[in-house]
């Protein structure tokens, strides 16, 4: 791992957001004051050029066919008019006079003809000044000569030099604007994470999953808004789940108390067995097998329903139609006081599942059933084509209060509390009815009874 990546590891999101943004900023800030730099630099340069380019004109106009000589010569003051000269392209037709502006060999060239016209930077009297050489164009024919016209760069340097430091300036204070502003996204931009991580840091140590994160007035629909709702939902679903688990918990244990208090109670007796008589002994063993076989069940129920989910093992093509038939002949055996009818239109369709899971399904819904229905009475199951599945007893129905609870764990209506039974099979009966994508409803049927509404997918 490269020594960047180590840094950008310790250093938290904030700070490396707030010095992305700066960066950007202050790149931004230093191009521009660059770019503008460039432009005046070039700007003032550029007027010096056209005044040279000026007075050089206005030279060969006022010096028109007249030979080598020096114009002006006062160019050392800074008020002063530029020093001009008229150089030949021979040597030997230099004046007596000596040159104030430099004469090199290019100077002979331009004169010459041989290139065209430069500006040179250099230096007169101790003072910066700019230099253009031209050729002569008035001259008469065969006559060659040039032009050097000279001005102080003086008022052009310190503008120059004075738009770097502005610039400068503006450069500075840009990249601490830009830092201000970095700090600032930063700080606003991941307020909702600051506030997440608050909140999962609170909830880790008291373990309390009621907290909630603090979203900003009107719910802007930005990404690290949606984010910390989602950290709410998530919170919610937490606590529901936690709280279930409570609930199954308080519930089971008080559940299992009674059956539990029966076992210790027959197993006290059966320790005595030798002060009962041969019935009691038989009694108090088959009602001690008949609660094992209960709270046996029982646990077996609870360990399924506390994972709140199914367990996944291979799926398979279920025929409905014979799965339905087997377990109303299952339900017939087993309450043989109650009459069971079956009307099937579903044909051969099939679907997927696990058919040991769907025979618990519908065992525990034709149980109920007949645990609630009259001796003697009637529970019709009726499969339609559209792999509807409806259980309809003739009992004394669900009360309105009662029916948002019926699929609740261990929850027992009033009017079944005298029944046997733990309150699991309809709570199991709904979660592999979900597992297998179906949905089971129960509603009270007209004319009495209770009617349990299973639609299968398909």
Excluded at 5 to 19: C, D, K, S, V
Excluded at 159 to 164: H, N, P, T
Excluded at 168 to 187: D, I, K, S
Excluded at 310 to 315: C, I, K, T, V
Aim: with cysteine.
């Amino acid at each position: 791992m490269t020594a960047h990546a180590r840094w950008r590891r310790r250093r938290p999101l904030r700070t490396r957001l707030a010095l992305a943004c700066t960066a950007a900023v202050a790149l931004v800030a230093v191009g521009v004051s660059a770019a503008a730099f460039t432009v005046v630099r070039y700007e003032l340069e550029h007027q010096l050029d056209l005044h040279l380019v000026q007075q050089a004109t206005l030279v060969q106009q006022q010096h028109r066919g007249q030979g080598p000589q020096v114009v002006y010569g006062e160019c050392g003051y800074l008020a002063a008019p530029a020093c001009a000269q008229i150089v030949p392209a021979d040597p030997a037709k230099d004046p007596a006079q000596p040159y104030l502006l430099p004469v090199t060999a290019a100077t002979r060239q331009v004169a010459a003809r041989e290139r065209g016209g430069r500006f040179t930077d250099l230096t007169i009297g101790g003072h910066p000044a700019r230099m253009l050489t031209t050729p002569m164009t008035t001259t008469p024919a065969g006559i060659r000569q040039a032009v050097q016209v000279a001005l102080r760069a003086d008022t052009v340097q310190e503008g120059v030099r004075q738009a770097g430091e502005l610039m400068a300036a503006v450069a500075a204070a840009g990249v601490l604007l830009a830092a201000a502003l970095g700090h600032t996204v930063a700080r606003t931009g991941l307020a909702p994470v600051t506030r997440l991580t608050r909140t999962a840091e609170r909830i880790a140590d008291t373990r309390d999953a009621g907290l909630r994160i603090e979203l900003p007035p009107g719910r802007r629909e930005d990404e690290l808004t949606r984010l910390a709702g989602s950290f709410n939902t998530m919170l919610g679903e937490l606590e529901q789940s936690v709280a279930a688990q409570r609930r199954l918990v308080a519930d089971a244990s008080h559940e299992l108390r009674t059956p539990l208090t029966a076992l210790r109670t027959n197993a006290e007796l059966l320790a005595r067995a030798d002060r009962l008589t041969d019935g009691q002994r038989e009694r108090a063993a088959a009602a001690l097998g008949r609660q094992l076989r209960e709270v046996t069940g029982m646990v077996n129920d609870l360990i399924e329903l506390a994972r709140d989910e199914e367990p996944q093992p291979l799926l398979e093509e279920v025929r409905v139609g014979p799965l339905v038939a087997h377990s109303v002949d299952a339900a017939r055996e087993h309450w043989p006081a109650i009459g069971f009818t079956l009307v099937d239109t579903a044909g051969e369709r099939t679907v997927p599942g696990v058919p040991a899971r769907l025979a618990r399904l519908l065992s525990n819904l034709l149980d109920n059933a007949a645990k609630f229905s009259p001796a003697g009475g009637t529970v019709e199951v009726r499969l339609t084509a559209g792999l509807e599945l409806t259980v309809r007893d003739h009992g004394p129905g669900i009360t309105p209060e009662d029916l948002p609870y019926v699929f609740d764990r261990f929850y027992r209506a009033s009017a079944a509390r005298a029944l046997p039974g733990s309150g699991l099979g309809l709570a199991m009966a709904r979660q592999i009815a979900r597992a297998h994508g179906a949905t089971l409803t129960a509603e009270n049927a007209p004319g009495g009874g209770a009617l349990f509404r299973l639609a299968l997918p398909g």
